[in-house]
């Protein structure tokens, strides 16, 4: 069995399915970039997604305030104006 995958190993490598990039891992290792560290605080990505996510969450907040104070006492009085059948 171990033969058998080593021979279907080989066959693939031959044929070029599987390369090794050898030349290109060494030009990513020697032009690697530099990233400057920025705090977490001061991350324009991480600051636009808060943003985002203050919009949804303000959204709900309103909606389950509408919902609890608004339209919930409502359906329950209405409730209580029908009889019961």
Do not use: H, N, S
């Amino acid at each position: 069995m171990k033969r058998l995958l080593l021979i279907i190993a080989c066959c693939i490598f031959a044929a070029g399915l599987l390369a090794v990039p050898v030349a290109a891992a060494d030009k990513a290792a020697v032009e690697k970039e530099l990233i400057p560290d920025t705090p977490l605080w001061k991350d324009p990505q991480l600051i636009a997604l808060l943003k985002e996510l203050a919009k949804y969450f303000a959204f709900g907040v309103i909606a389950w305030l509408t919902w609890t104070k608004l339209l919930k006492p409502v359906f329950e009085r209405l409730a209580r104006m029908v009889p019961p059948p």
